[in-house]
């Protein structure tokens, strides 16, 4: 997973891979788990500074073994498909002794991820896309020659958007950038813009990387491997 950093101001352009690349992050998990439990497999990933494994240790973030969004059963010719509501995916961190956590939150409409996070257990920001067809399905952003793309928002824990005073394209959120058509359709590896809220200190940034990291293993993962 490449990763583009935005501290304030201006989408990044799909250039963004060229950019030097300043950390590593590399996924520990079974090969048994990938295989016969690939959505809700445990792991760790350790991110190290550098372009290559070996360098320092940054962070290192822990997924337990639970459920996947979704589970099926060979019912009837097509068997049922439907979603889970306990043990879904969550994130830890410790950073400086304090429980940095990310989770997915699942709620009426299943349809659109939600994701939470908190620290030391108080919720601090939510994230999630804007919504059409009140409520139940994620709106697509494109036009005005951009890409299509479901960029997801900051909210506070009252439902309040985080803007920071910006535009909608600079406003906190992370943001699936499109890289070509070679690496999006040839491989599985994705690359995301994230843009912090004003208020992120280093630590809180390092949770929200992590928030990342669970965006694309619960959604834009399993979208990749599912049209492999």
């Not at 992120?200 to 940034?205: C, G, H, I, L, N």
Request: aromatic content about 12%; proline content about 6%; overall charge negative.
């Amino acid at each position: 997973m490449d990763f583009g950093y935005m501290n304030s101001g201006g989408l990044m352009k799909d250039g963004a891979t060229t950019q030097p690349d300043e950390m590593y992050a590399l996924e520990q998990s079974s090969f048994f788990m990938r295989c016969c439990w690939r959505d809700g497999r445990p792991m760790t990933i350790n991110v190290s500074e550098g372009a290559e494994a070996g360098g320092n240790s940054i962070i290192d973030y822990n997924k337990p073994c639970g459920c996947p969004l979704n589970c099926f059963l060979p019912i009837g010719d097509d068997g049922v498909e439907f979603p889970c509501c306990c043990m879904l995916p969550e994130l830890t961190a410790t950073v400086d002794g304090h429980e940095l956590k990310s989770n997915y939150v699942c709620d009426q409409y299943c349809c659109v991820s939600k994701f939470s996070y908190s620290e030391d257990g108080q919720e601090v920001y939510r994230l999630k896309p804007d919504t059409c067809c009140f409520g139940c399905c994620p709106t697509c952003r494109c036009g005005g020659g951009r890409r299509p793309a479901i960029p997801y928002f900051f909210y506070d824990p009252n439902g309040e958007r985080i803007t920071d005073g910006q535009s909608e394209d600079n406003q906190p959120q992370i943001r699936k950038v499109f890289t070509g058509l070679a690496k999006e359709c040839c491989t599985t590896a994705d690359t995301f813009a994230v843009f912090f809220p004003q208020d992120a200190d280093v630590k809180r940034k390092a949770g929200l990387l992590g928030l990342t990291f669970l965006l694309d293993f619960t959604v834009f993962e399993r979208q990749g491997q599912d049209g492999a």
